[in-house]
């Protein structure tokens, strides 16, 4: 009997966390920003990505409240939903009172593109969601993954002064974007 077929690629799934620096409204999410989220300085000013293909699997936010009990509102739109590209899928929610934080937890339907493969082959910084927040909120990006065995890395965006061998998380907006930055910590009370 033959062994069953081995794949040396790494496929692997990960949830990436950010937290809004300001309000947000329709803030933009890309493939290209999926496939950037995680890179390795190759020099001072160039990079390499990790990821040859990307797809979303949830996206999640905690809406953070505001000090004076005015109800917030959270949003997730996948704006590539169907395969003609047309139409649009929203999830929100909106707090209440001081003891229920706007909470949104999406999925991209099956048939979805967003809910698709994308590869560094492929990519077309196309919209694959965007978010609607306010100030402070933590966002939960789960992905899956590949990193292909023997496949070339492709270059990244350039950052600035980084250190050579060194591995970056990038901002779910953008490498150069500071609008969503990777959370370092978890706020109190969100």
């Known amino acids: 009997m033959a062994p069953p077929p081995y794949r040396p690629d790494i496929v692997m799934g ?3 966390r950010f937290q809004a620096a300001s309000a ?16 390795m300085a190759k020099t001072a000013t ?3 990505r990790f990821f040859t293909s990307v797809k979303v699997r949830q996206v999640e936010i905690w809406g953070a409240m505001a ?4 109800p917030v509102t959270a949003s ?8 003609s590209g047309s139409k649009k899928e929203i999830h929100s929610d909106t707090s209440m009172g001081s003891t229920r934080p706007a909470y949104v937890s999406a999925r991209p339907s099956k048939d979805s593109l967003a809910r698709m493969w994308t590869s560094t082959t492929s990519e077309t910084s196309t919209e694959v969601f965007n978010v609607s927040c306010p100030d402070n909120s933590i966002i939960d990006v789960h992905i899956s993954f590949v990193i292909a065995n023997g ?9 600035t002064g980084a ?6 998380y990038c901002p ?8 969503l930055p990777v959370a370092s910590a978890v706020l109190p009370g969100v």
């Open 14 to 16: 990960r949830i990436f």
């Open 24 to 39: 947000l409204d329709g803030v933009s999410v890309t493939d290209t920003n999926l496939l950037n989220l995680v890179l």
């Open 46 to 48: 160039t990079s390499a």
């Open 67 to 70: 000090s004076d009990l005015v």
């Open 76 to 83: 997730v739109e996948f704006t590539r939903y169907g395969y």
């Open 151 to 159: 496949e070339p890395a492709s270059s990244g965006p350039n950052p």
């Open 163 to 168: 250190s050579t061998g060194k591995i970056y």
């Open 172 to 179: 779910l907006s953008g490498a150069s974007s500071e609008t």
